[in-house]
């Protein structure tokens, strides 16, 4: 059984920063990819920034220059450095991982995290 736990959300003033972690356990084989995505009320859920197995990064315009993606992969888990906040940016915030396991490669999410930027 593949669980993903984030943790490192809260509320910020617009400019600060947070670190998102989320961490992968169960029986890995590899993580092929994990992700970052983030969904305000009323709206779709959207990609924030991904990275590969390989160190290749992706990152959504709005979040350029402000977010890194980042990953431990000793501890199978990936991070997300968030700086110059913007009350934009409030959000449930949800990581994803690419896991190859016994049965496969599926995707996995963690179950969120709040993020709230005041202004």
């Known amino acids: 059984q593949v669980q993903l736990v984030e943790s490192g959300g809260g509320l910020v003033q617009a400019g600060g920063s947070l670190r998102l972690s989320c961490a992968a356990s169960?029986?890995?084989?590899?993580?092929?990819?994990m992700g970052w995505y983030r969904q305000a009320p009323g709206k779709q859920r959207d990609l924030v920034a991904t990275?590969?197995?390989?160190?290749?990064?992706n990152y959504a315009d709005s979040v350029k220059g402000r977010f890194t993606i980042s990953t431990d992969n000793a501890k199978n888990t990936v991070y997300l450095q968030m700086n110059s906040l913007k009350p934009e940016d409030t959000a449930v915030y949800y990581c994803?991982?690419?896991?190859?396991?016994?049965?496969?490669?599926?995707?996995?999410w963690g179950q969120g995290t709040q993020v709230t930027v005041s202004s």
């Open positions: 990275i590969t197995s390989g160190g290749s990064t």
């Open positions: 994803n991982a690419d896991i190859a396991g016994w049965a496969g490669e599926y995707g996995y």
């Open positions: 169960g029986i890995i084989f590899s993580i092929h990819a």
